[in-house]
């Protein structure tokens, strides 16, 4: 069952050609950062926030710089939230982009056919159209699947800054 | 005479001529001509009894030789009666045969033009001979002839099935005709020293392919020819040749990039004109990304040779002052700071931009050329309209081949300035304040 399945799968790449590979790299790359960043929010940002709880709580801060501690803790955590976020917003935009660069790549081999077998012939113009889509097609799904958990993860970051502006308020 | 008459008269003429001299000496002439000529008529008339005896002699042979004519006449008939009579026995004696011979001529024919283009010719060139003589001989070809003509193509046969190694005229690149070891591989593909080698049948030798396969399979197709009897991988044409050829017209990399045209050549001034600023603002954001993760360290050993000492001494040196005239303070030197940082940033980003821009405005250009092929030319011939496509197709190519790596190198210099910016602006004051509380 899993033969024909994988079977399926490499035979789809053979006929996406080597744009496709482009594109699952960069799948790959984005769905390893958005996994890491959700592990980031829900296991280690948590044990950080508690240390800085802790320390902001034992020690005892110059009065007059006050609203600049705040800011600095809080500007910190986000930063550290924010690692990376960046780049999986490229790595989004570029995803149609390298789809586009498919379309285009399959274009030039189906007019390479063309000049050399003639209009006539189009079923030998088959390899380069299917070139041509499927790359597009997957550079539009990895960027949408990627999208919508990156919307995700901006907005628990920011409820995140701004409940640790809240806890941090309460404190200091 | 009259010669003479003339000759006589221009010399009288030109000497106040003495005409009746003149008329003296002519009549004396005249009449020693009436002289000759009676004497002519004479001796015609004593020849007269001569001629008649030799117009008889004359008649009598004609008609000896009338008989003759008739005679033969007899004799000719007589053999083109046998003449018919045999080759109507030669016909009933050749029967099929007649037919087998004009297909001997017709096999040999369609023989020799494929073997012309063979491989196999430039190893064996004495066989073209033998087809060649067969295709155009008008003679009936004896028994001998036709076995040698049936051994000749079972040979032939035989031969396009093996992998051979044989010493033959190439000629290189360079145009030199060179004596090398040649290994053909049945009708397939023929090299040596690992170049690929094509046969022309117009020069009658093997010619090293312009346009030279993937140097993988070059090196392949060396190992092929020094192995004896392992099995290896060598790169065939299963077409005879025509795959080969289809190398050389096979557009490289270049060619490529040429095809874009002036566009084409823009855009890549542009990417490699970003890839290089790209590069430099990496390397002087992560000097200064070291130089102040360093500092950030221990805040209170400030050096002023960093973004952050440089705002640390300004902080440590106003402490007295109000908080306002602190911030303003600090404020200054941050936005001096950060204004280094910053700059050039956007010129990256414009660059990633204006790229793709430019793929499509080359695409559109080639489109126009394509539409224009089109209006004159009408849509009959493709490769009219490739010209345009191509260069449609190639600047969006390069367009994009060139923003998206000019897009993560955006990515990357924003992200890092953005940190430090982030870590100059908004945590300097509170990280010194921070320090400043623990030291006290």
Redesign the interface.
């Known amino acids: 069952m899993i033969d024909i399945y994988l079977d399926n799968f490499f035979s789809f790449f053979d006929r996406g050609g080597a744009v496709l590979y482009v594109v699952f790299f960069i799948a790959l790359c984005l769905w390893a950062l958005l996994i890491e960043r959700y592990m980031y929010i829900s296991f280690e940002y948590k044990q950080y926030r508690k240390n800085m709880m802790d320390e902001i709580q034992n020690?005892?801060?110059?009065a007059?710089?006050k609203e600049?501690?705040?800011?600095?803790?809080i500007?910190?955590s986000n930063?550290k939230l924010k690692t990376g976020l960046?780049?999986i917003?490229?790595l989004i935009?570029?995803c149609p982009?390298?789809g586009?660069?498919g379309t285009?790549?399959g274009?030039?081999e189906v007019?390479d056919v063309?000049?050399?077998s003639?209009?006539s012939n189009v079923k030998s113009m088959a390899n380069g159209v299917s070139m041509a889509t499927i790359p597009t097609m997957a550079g539009m799904v990895v960027a949408l699947s990627g999208i919508l958990f990156e919307k995700k993860l901006e907005l628990s970051i920011k409820y995140n800054t701004d409940r640790l502006y809240l806890e941090i308020s309460k404190v200091l | 005479m009259k010669l003479v008459v003339g000759l006589l008269l221009s010399v009288y003429s030109l000497f106040a001529l003495n005409l009746e001299t003149l008329l003296g000496s002519v009549e004396a002439s005249s009449k020693q001509e009436i002289v000759q000529e009676s004497k002519r008529l004479q001796e015609f008339i004593d020849n007269k009894q001569k001629q008649k005896q030799l117009l008889i002699q004359t008649k009598e042979a004609l008609k000896r030789e009338n008989q003759i004519t008739k005679e033969l006449k007899v004799v000719i008939e007589k053999n083109e009666k046998i003449l018919a009579k045999k080759e109507a026995e030669l016909a009933v004696k050749v029967g099929d045969l007649g037919e087998m011979f004009g297909s001997v001529r017709q096999t040999s024919s369609d023989f020799l033009t494929n073997y012309k283009r063979a491989f196999t010719a430039s190893q064996f060139p004495q066989k073209e001979a033998i087809f060649d003589k067969f295709s155009d001989s008008k003679k009936l070809p004896t028994i001998e002839e036709l076995t040698l003509f049936w051994h000749t193509m079972l040979d032939e046969i035989v031969q396009s099935g093996k992998v051979s190694q044989y010493p033959a005229q190439v000629v290189m690149q360079s145009g030199e005709k060179v004596e090398q070891t040649v290994t053909r591989v049945g009708q397939f593909a023929a090299f040596s020293d690992g170049n690929f080698l094509q046969y022309s049948s117009d020069i009658d030798a093997l010619v090293e392919l312009s346009t030279q396969p993937a140097s993988s399979f070059q090196g392949g197709a060396e190992d092929f020819e020094q192995s004896s009897d392992e099995v290896l991988n060598v790169l065939v044409d299963p077409t005879r040749g025509t795959l080969f050829e289809?190398l050389g017209?096979n557009p490289t990399i270049m060619d490529r990039i040429n095809q874009g045209g002036i566009i084409g050549y823009i855009i890549l001034l542009l990417g490699g004109l970003g890839i290089a600023f790209a590069g430099y603002k990496m390397v002087m954001l992560n000097i200064l990304d070291k130089a102040i993760k360093k500092q950030l360290k221990d805040v209170t050993k400030y050096s002023v040779d960093n973004p952050l000492g440089k705002i640390a001494s300004v902080f440590y040196n106003n402490l007295k002052d109000s908080?306002t005239d602190l911030e303003i303070k600090i404020g200054e030197a941050i936005l001096k700071e950060t204004n280094h940082i910053k700059k050039g940033q956007s010129f990256v980003k414009l660059l990633a931009a204006v790229t793709?821009l430019l793929g499509l405005l080359g695409t559109v250009t080639g489109m126009i050329a394509t539409f224009q092929a089109i209006t004159l030319f009408g849509t009959g011939d493709?490769?009219l309209m490739?010209g345009g496509?191509?260069t449609a197709?190639?600047t969006?190519?390069l367009g994009?081949?060139t923003?998206?790596p000019l897009?993560?190198a955006?990515?990357?210099i924003?992200?890092k300035s953005?940190?430090m910016v982030?870590i100059l602006e908004?945590?300097?004051?509170?990280?010194l304040?921070?320090n400043?509380?623990?030291n006290?």
């Open positions: 020690n005892s801060y110059n007059r710089f600049e501690i705040k800011k600095y803790l500007e910190e930063l960046s780049f917003k490229t935009i570029v982009l390298v586009l660069l285009v790549t274009m030039i007019f063309m000049a050399i003639g209009a | 289809m017209n908080i793709p493709p490769k490739a496509i191509s197709l190639i969006t190519v994009l081949v923003a998206i897009l993560f955006y990515t990357y924003a992200s953005e940190e982030s908004e945590q300097s004051i509170g990280m304040a921070k400043l509380k623990q006290d």
